[in-house]
């Protein structure tokens, strides 16, 4: 073998490939919300010059406080309502961290009905566990409190 | 209480002037000795955290470490952000560095996708819990157990061994099954390398301790992947550094959606991190091409040490015990 790349397997290739423009997308994405952001164009929830009077203090603090603040919801922002703020300039941030998080998903979605066609029946249950898993975790019914 | 809001106040302004200390002595030796009652602007500590994270990036290259297992217990130790928003920026960190490097080592065929896939079920769905715990448990509580691990880790760096090609007779029965094994071929040996893992039971046991660990604290978790590859399972340790760079970018997902689900982001924290550690990262890279910087490694020890320390003194701060 001349070299590594000869022996890459077919699920490998995909899952790289998936893995690649998901890390893209989302970096990229990453810098214009955030120069979207700081440079004021989107209003953020929290304004910027009071932002260091909030993270200083236990999540569950900060968001109740920034509910009571500036929001005035019955529930603080936590789980996916934060994509009901996606017109503001702090949160619209969220949606890079989330494309960030959630592209392995994607990867696991993506190699696994290639892995049952090639009977490799062991692999492809874990990688369909694996994705169950991580959709569980993404979906927000696990989050707890202090 | 407002005493405790000026003390905090005065605390973060000493904490401001070392490190202004460090980043350009002149500003702090011009400055007056006594605390003016000063405010910040808003892009000051955004600022100082991509110098620092930038600083980081090339030390954790050059140290061979990641960039999570700096960034934790430092920016935890000495910034004046809380422990809940650090874990979760550290996850967010290391799960960019694992993305950034994971297509690549896939496509080298040196990232194993057979020995990640059920190494990586095992710890995500103990990172989930560490998670969890993690955001439960008081936050005094959360800073003694993360300066304990902090000094396990500088433990294991010095006491750990590694072996490039493990002796193995036969993989086991659960490997095999599972067909964990690979062929890589090694360019200082010239010739093909085949490879196979042995252990699998206690290898897949030792990843609920990791997971958790991982989850919890905000580590990325390399400084245990790859012993647990290498030494206890036998995989090469190309093959198993590379597969544990890779394993993070799954394990810290199923940790960042838990932390990202509590609103444990803020943006104005990750993302000049991310940008400072990835770009410290490839200078970092560019230094480690012509310097063999063996001291280094010393001096990340020394640093995890002292930011262990820290972060006990931190816990210790509610029993009004301290003594950094």
Known sequence: MKNNQQNVSEEMILYAGVLERGMYTGLLLMFVTFLLYIFGVLEPVVPLERIDSFWNQPVHDYLVQVNREFLGWDEPPIGWSWVKLLGYGDFLNFLPVVLLSGVTILCYLFIVPGMFQRKDYWMASIALAEALILILAASGLLAVGH | MDFFFRLQDHCLHYRFLLILFVLNPSLVFGADTSV?????????????????????????????????????????????????????????????????????????????????????????????????????????????????????????????????????DQADSLSTALRITGIYHEPSMKRDIAWKVHRTWPGLFSFIIIGFMAGMFGLGAGWANVPVLNLLMGAPLKISVATSKFLLSITDTSAAWIYLNKGAVIPLMVVPSLIGIMLGSFVGVRILRVAKPAFIRWMVIGILFFAGLKAISKGLEYYSLTFL
């Open chain 2, 36 to 168: 003016p009652e000063i405010t910040y602007p808003w892009w000051i500590w955004p600022l100082i955290l991509l110098v620092v994270t930038f600083l980081m990036g090339i030390v954790a290259v050059l140290g061979g470490v990641g960039g999570g297992v700096l960034f934790v217990p430092i920016i935890s130790g000495f910034f004046p952000f809380h422990l809940d928003f650090v874990r979760g920026t550290g996850l967010l960190v290391a799960l960019s560095g694992a993305l950034a490097a994971g297509p690549g080592l896939l496509k080298a065929n040196l990232a194993s996708l057979r020995l990640a896939m059920p190494v990586a079920l095992i710890a995500s769905s103990m990172a989930i819990v560490g998670a969890m715990v993690g955001l439960a448990l008081p936050t005094h509580i959360i800073h003694l157990s993360l300066g304990g691990t902090i000094l396990g880790i500088v433990v294991i760096m010095l006491s750990a061994r590694k072996s490039e090609l493990p002796n193995m």
